[in-house]
């Protein structure tokens, strides 16, 4: 029997199992999300024979809802449950989601009705840049977005990424986010039509930069 439910406390192990078999071990990565960002009922869940095979997570980003780390289990995909479990998770509510490919992107247009809510950011070369904590990074991010409807980071989110990227700031006022000497966010920037982020049931265009994609 299969039965769709949010999250409750107690499936962290089972959660955590299913998110080893779809994404691969990354302890450090899994540790502190589950210890920093996941809280029971935060994550939508399908339960086969009393057994979680699919699961998508909720992020508040500011008042954005995002969905994250869309995974079914190997020997349960094609049985709809990535579907249930995201229209689960976005509740009825406006929701946004970063697909990782041009595939799951058409999918989600597709299979959801999901609508582009903000195109790819191009990012220049970097020039002389210095290492600004997080906290400085997410006040610096604020001005710079004054005025203009975004998303807002919350603390926990720039932790995780500073497992494995870092926060700058050049000598004209602008910040960047990179990982692995990529730029994953500079602010300010210019945007591609490249579709980036996608809305559900109605969410409108926001400024989006970093994700957890």
């Known amino acids: 029997m299969t039965a769709l439910r949010k999250s409750r406390a107690g499936d962290e192990r089972a959660l955590r ?4 078999t779809v994404y691969g071990p990354e302890k450090a990565f899994t540790d502190r999300f589950f210890r920093e960002i996941y809280r029971p009922g935060s ?3 399908a339960e086969e024979e009393g057994k979680i095979v699919s699961a998508a997570y909720v992020i508040g980003f500011g008042d954005a809802r995002y969905i994250y780390a869309v995974g079914t289990h190997p020997a349960y995909r094609g049985r709809g449950f990535g579907k249930a479990v995201t229209l689960l998770a976005a509740d009825g509510a406006p929701a946004y989601l970063c697909p990782a490919d041009d595939g799951l992107r058409d999918w989600y247009v597709r299979e959801m009705g999901a609508e582009c809510a903000c195109c790819r950011p191009v990012f220049d070369p970097p020039g002389d840049l210095r290492p600004i ?3 400085e990074y997410a006040g610096r991010r604020e001005a710079l977005l004054e005025g203009r409807p975004h998303t807002v980071y919350p603390r ?3 932790d995780l990424f500073a497992l494995y990227g870092a ?3 050049d000598g ?3 910040i960047r986010a990179m990982e692995d000497g990529e730029t994953r966010e500079a602010l300010p920037c210019r945007f591609s039509t490249e579709p ?3 809305a559900l049931n109605g969410g409108q265009p926001l400024y989006w930069g ?3 994609e």
């Open 43 to 45: 994550a939508a869940v």
């Open 196 to 198: 980036y982020i996608l």
């Open 17 to 20: 199992g299913l998110w080893e």
């Open 210 to 212: 970093l994700t957890l």
């Open 172 to 174: 004209a006022g602008g």
């Open 156 to 158: 926990e989110v720039l």
């Open 167 to 169: 926060f700058y700031a």
């Open 133 to 135: 904590s997080a906290g």
